[in-house]
């Protein structure tokens, strides 16, 4: 089970306009609960029906007692636009409003609810309020489509309710030369996440006080344990890692504040080696598996993104560089004619050693080559030790990304594709991704609107939840990776 994310609690409550039959939605809204039982989701049915305000207040306070943190607003017949719309905007947590579709032919007098027409009204009262809601793609359903709604929605709900108890801790300035992980400040805020922000001295004094910590045995026991024989090539480095995992747990739980969930942005490089004698790849990634992401080179943003990949797949994600194009010889030896993916549909993401053990296909302690030369001559590798390298593991993968422009406008990014079962020849924690029409998006997207080169990798397609989300949070620019024969604004039509 994943740490550092919100559990969600859901409740239903279901509306009716007072000049339609109140039963119709009370029998509507228990089946939706039978259905969501055979589905294994747990949905707090309220007893409340509402009518009128007297009845907003007191399913608002009834679905609180019982612990709810997220909700769904159920039109069992047309619904009173003005209560049911109240209900989210008293409730202090993410709702999701759907609609009740007509069940019989034969039943369309007594049977009938109009909730169809009713969801009209209801998105009109909930633009007059401001109020943020989720409405699935198509919110009128039976039963068991309003189920799959919910099972939908609770990812949503849980990144919704992450980010509002969010604190990303960053240590240290962005490195020279990487500006384009700008993180204007004010769009975090807006979001309503905290951020504090430390100096690398900060980290540095805090990791020689955790020097003679008793659990630091116990850790790099876990540490060796997790490797295996032949991932654990370098056992002499474990202790030093293990004292600074506790190091950055223990300043987590030291700093959250009022805040119940955490997110690191660290400087990694050039001065972090050599002064705490390793790199600090393998750590992150540790920490990124507990559901705690790192993000390299102080990238908020970056760490942001991840935060909400873990949120909404619940499992371990990755930040990896958009980093090199697949050689041609590459691609005609081992993928052409085999995956159905032209030469600019792919790409590896790399990044030193940052992704979780469990996405690697056959991952192991090793040195970062390039630091190695920059710092050590290329010479045997002493401090420069510390990535976890390894071919990320094949399947499907959603590539996304929320960042602020310069002049904090919050924009993002989203594009689902997979890791080809094929071996990069390289090192780092690396991987052959293929996206359809990379090529166009990577021109008209990621250089167009000026993104940086990190992205957030999830494990699976989590794509339709991520545009619920960035369209919950007002994201006004959410791009995609435009099928063909459907132009970006910016692409030239004559191109061939």
């Not at 202790?239 to 190091?247: I, V, Y």
């Not at 991840?306 to 994600?317: K, M, N, R």
């Not at 990535?387 to 996304?400: H, K, Y």
């Amino acid at each position: 089970m994943m740490q550092n994310i919100p559990e969600v609690k859901l409740g239903i409550v279901a509306v009716s306009r007072d000049c339609f039959i109140i039963s119709l939605s009370e029998r509507r809204r228990k089946e939706i609960v039978e259905s969501c039982g055979k589905k294994g989701l747990s949905v707090y049915e309220a007893k409340t029906t509402v009518e009128n305000e007297a009845d907003m207040l007191k399913a608002v306070d009834e679905v609180k007692a019982a612990g709810c943190n997220a909700l769904c607003v159920f039109l069992g017949n047309f619904g009173p636009e003005t209560p049911e719309t109240q209900i989210a905007q008293r409730f202090d947590g993410p709702v999701m409003f759907a609609a009740a579709a007509e069940e019989h032919g034969n039943d369309l007098i007594n049977g009938r609810g109009d909730a169809y027409c009713g969801m009209l009204n209801c998105s009109y009262n909930l633009n007059l309020r401001h109020i943020p809601a989720v409405i699935p793609e198509y919110p009128v359903g039976t039963a068991d489509d309003i189920a799959d709604m919910i099972a939908d929605f609770i990812p949503v709900a849980r990144a919704i309710l992450g980010l509002k108890d969010l604190k990303i801790i960053t240590f240290g300035p962005r490195p020279q030369d990487f500006f384009a992980c700008n993180a204007p400040i004010q769009p975090l805020y807006d979001l309503g996440v905290e951020v504090q922000e430390n100096s690398e001295l900060d980290l540095l004094v805090a990791y020689k006080q955790h020097a003679d910590d008793k659990r630091i045995a116990d850790v790099a026991a876990d540490m060796a344990k997790e490797l295996g024989v032949k991932g654990n090539k370098y056992p002499d480095l474990l202790p030093r890692m293990a004292q600074f995992e506790l190091t950055l747990l223990d300043w987590a739980e030291a700093n959250k504040g009022s805040r119940k969930y955490v997110a690191f942005a660290d400087k990694c490089w050039p001065a972090f080696p050599k002064e705490f004698g390793f790199e600090p790849c393998y750590v992150n990634s540790r920490l990124v598996s507990k559901g705690i992401p790192v993000a390299c080179e102080v990238d908020i943003y970056g760490a942001l993104s991840e935060y909400i990949g873990t949120c909404l797949s619940g499992a371990p994600v990755t930040l990896l560089d958009i980093n090199n194009s697949v050689p041609k010889d590459l691609w005609e030896e081992d993928i052409k004619g085999k995956y159905d993916y032209q030469l600019r549909e792919t790409f590896m993401g790399f990044h030193c050693g940052n992704t979780p053990l469990c996405r690697l296909s056959d991952g192991a302690i090793k040195y970062q080559l390039i630091q190695n030369r920059l710092l050590e001559n290329g010479g045997e590798p002493d401090f420069t030790r510390g990535t976890l390298e390894g071919d990320i593991a094949p399947g499907q993968i959603t590539f996304f990304r929320l960042q602020s422009t310069s002049d904090s406008q919050l924009k993002a990014y989203v594009a689902e594709g997979e890791v080809l079962p094929v071996a990069t020849r390289s090192f780092g924690g690396i991987g052959i991704f293929a996206i359809p029409e990379m090529g166009r998006f990577y021109r008209h997207v990621l250089i167009e609107k000026h993104y940086p080169h990190h992205g957030a990798v999830a494990f699976g397609h989590v794509g339709a939840a991520l545009f619920t989300l960035f369209r919950y949070l007002g994201i006004p620019d959410i791009a995609f990776n435009q099928p063909k024969g459907m132009l970006y604004h910016t692409e030239n039509p004559f191109t061939k």
